[in-house]
């Protein structure tokens, strides 16, 4: 059953990276490129994971979609960046955070009508994730937008033979 938590709903716990045995995080620009560079990054670890291609798949579209609106409608951190961090628990959790320097307004999905041409990712988020959500960062200079998919593990990456004729 897939379950979706409110971006504002208190019973979801905030990230706690002692519980995942597999993380990365790192910064991309404030700008509109940044996402596929997001999306290949993304794709290296969870291959290293072992993740599976669909959920991989699922997890770039998800994560183009946070990092784009990030870039696009929120400011960037003070280090001038968005921040990503991509985890994947114990459980088969895969856990995707994007952080940015606007702590005005947490996410919420849009209500876009049939001709709008813009506006759906985080109702797309919404309908392919576990769960998702937004949080304001205690210090007050951003927000972290996240969300999460069940990855059970894949098979594992094929081996290189360094032999190759």
Known sequence: MTTHHH???ASVAPFVPATYPHEVTWS???HPRSAGH???Q???HTHIWHVGD???TTAQLLLSELVTNACRHARPLPHGRVTVRCALSPTGTLRVEVTDGYPVELARPRHPSPTDISGRGLALVASLANAWGSQ???DTTGKIVWF???APPGPPPARQD???P
């Open 38 to 40: 997001a999306r290949a």
């Open 54 to 56: 669909e959920v991989t």
């Open 148 to 150: 999460e998919l069940a």
């Open 162 to 164: 360094a032999r190759k």
């Open 7 to 9: 971006p504002t709903d």
């Open 136 to 138: 304001l960062l205690p």
């Open 42 to 44: 993304l794709r290296e």
């Open 28 to 30: 991309l620009p404030h």
